[in-house]
């Protein structure tokens, strides 16, 4: 069997990068998150940076160009071939398109597409609540997951936390926004593919992974 080629759909706050990291460390799958590699490029001041800055704080959807052009490039590192969880990638229809093609040329396909099922109205006291370690990117958030020592990162013991520039609530409104008009069609184009399944995500965070390992041992053993 090829690798496993995972993705997470789901809106903003939806839990996607705290479960893949999850996964990634229970399962040895590399987390691939369009979003992080984006701020990468914007800390970095790349053009790509430069070009997507202004529009991720707008809570709009970078182009499909610079995306693809990112998560093209990741892709063609080594580790992937353990098998990858897709983290915010494809979010379009063009997205979708080009990524079934860039697997076909390596001789694989997506094995599973989950779609995180939520409601909108809690995704924006989760966003406007996160929190990560500066130093390790471990994530938090003000109620729902606190550091086990108050101001330490469980993960690396760092005292320097940060927050995302988008992460307001008029922000996470646009991107919930763009979200239902540009990314929840993907849900019909991976269910017509056989390969959708779906996960109540408004439970606890141990219960949404335990969901997700269920699903992600029984494609991708
Ligand atoms: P991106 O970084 O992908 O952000 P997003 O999709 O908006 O998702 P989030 O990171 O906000 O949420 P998440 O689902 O990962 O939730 P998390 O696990 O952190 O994209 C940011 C921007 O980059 C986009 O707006 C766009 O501009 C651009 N971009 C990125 N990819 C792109 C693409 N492919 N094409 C075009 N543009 C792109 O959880 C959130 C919080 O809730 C955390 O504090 C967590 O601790 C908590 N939490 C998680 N699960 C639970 C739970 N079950 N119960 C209670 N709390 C929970």
Known sequence: MSAPVLILLGPPGAGKGTQARMLEEEFGLVQLSTGDMLRAAVAAGTDAGRAAKAVMEAGALVSDEIVLAILKDR???PDVARGIILDGFPRTDGQAAALDALLAGAGQKVTAAVSL????????????????????GEGYHD????????GHCDKC???AFKRRADDNAETVRERLKAYHAQTAPLIAYYDT????ERIDAMGPIAAVRDALAGIVGRVAA
């Not at 593919?193 to 959708?196: A, D, F, M, P």
């Open 75 to 77: 892709m063609a590192q």
């Open 117 to 136: 099922e939520v409601d909108d109205e809690a995704m924006v006291g989760r966003v406007s609540g996160r929190y990560t370690c500066a130093g390790c």
């Open 143 to 150: 109620e729902f997951k606190r550091p086990a020592s108050a």
């Open 157 to 159: 013991g760092s005292t």
């Open 193 to 196: 593919k056989g390969v959708l």
